[in-house]
Nanobody
Framework: QVQLVESGGGLVQAGGSLRLSCAAS????????MAWFRQAPGKEREFVAA????????YYADSVKGRFTNSRDNAKNTAYLQMNSLKPGDTAVYHC????????????????WGQGTQVTVSS
């Protein structure tokens, strides 16, 4: 089992920045690809960003490319999502996820999920 706990969400004005963290406990963190998904009210959960087990490869949704940066520190069992130039459309609950199979872009590829952290961007 892997337990994931997100933190760092909050209320920020458009153009501002937030850094989300995802702390993992349990089995070996470096064995898992990590991802961030988000879900806005009334919408499906959507892919935001992912990072490979070593951190050598990163993947982003087109909507956040150039604004968000995904990273991880395997020594600290923590993944991060640096979010810059935030827009009201980024408002959602952000979930981190850990998985070992399949495409990084799909929820079905991930075995473990955090409870999420709310990000609200005001205009």
């Amino acid at each position: 089992q892997v337990q994931l706990v997100e933190s760092g969400g909050g209320l920020v004005q458009a153009g501002g920045s937030l850094r989300l963290s995802c702390a993992a406990s349990g089995r070996t963190f470096s064995s898992y690809g990590m991802a961030w998904f988000r879900q806005a009210p009334g919408k499906e959960r959507e892919f935001v960003a992912a990072i490979s087990r070593s951190g050598g490869n990163t993947y982003y949704a087109d909507s956040v490319k150039g604004r968000f940066t995904n990273s991880r520190d395997n020594a600290k069992n923590t993944a991060y999502l640096q979010m810059n130039s935030l827009k009201p459309g980024d408002t959602a609950v952000y979930h981190c996820a850990a998985g070992t199979r399949g495409s990084y872009y799909y929820t079905a590829s991930y075995d473990y999920w955090g409870q999420g952290t709310q990000v609200t961007v005001s205009s």
